[in-house]
């Protein structure tokens, strides 16, 4: 997939994996969209890269639909998403202290890491479907977010 001259959505890019993977889209040439919840540091991160920041939550049905469709008439049809948001609590199933993995904050990581990526998944993929292919393909998508931060 070419990336200079492309739309992508980079989630999380405000740091860490997506605020790298944000700044390598950018640096070759893509029209880069930070998607995070985080709007302080997506701001500044997406000044510094020449992107553009919208503040989302993945894991909300309307804030994603509504945010992807912004994005694409800023930028254009977007063609790559990269999936990067998440948290990581790194918190045992069972931890030294003999007490159970907090169920919420597995919970929330589920929420964000998985439902979240699906949410981006779904609604990236049913816009692309529709967009004219470039060659043989239309787009990318590649997650990164884990539920195995829990472990
Ligand atoms: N760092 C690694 O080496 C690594 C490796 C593999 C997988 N992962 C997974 O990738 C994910 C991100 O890791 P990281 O190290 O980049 O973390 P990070 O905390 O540096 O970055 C995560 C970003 O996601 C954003 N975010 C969190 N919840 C959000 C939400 N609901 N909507 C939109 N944005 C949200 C945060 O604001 C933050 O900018 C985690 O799930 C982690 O388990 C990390």
Redesign the pocket.
Known sequence: MRIEGSVAIV??????????TASLLASRGAKTAI????EE??RAHAARIGGVFFK?????DDNVGQAIAVAESTLGTARLLLN?????P?IKTVGKDVKPHALDAFRK?V???LI?TFNLISKFAARLAQAEPIGEERGVIIN??????SR
């Open positions: 989630t999380g890019g405000a740091s860490g994996l997506g605020g790298a998607f995070d919840l985080n540091a997506g989302v939550d993945v894991a909300d990067c948001a998440g948290v990581a790194a990581a929420e964000i890491n979240g990164t977010a884990s539920v195995a931060a």
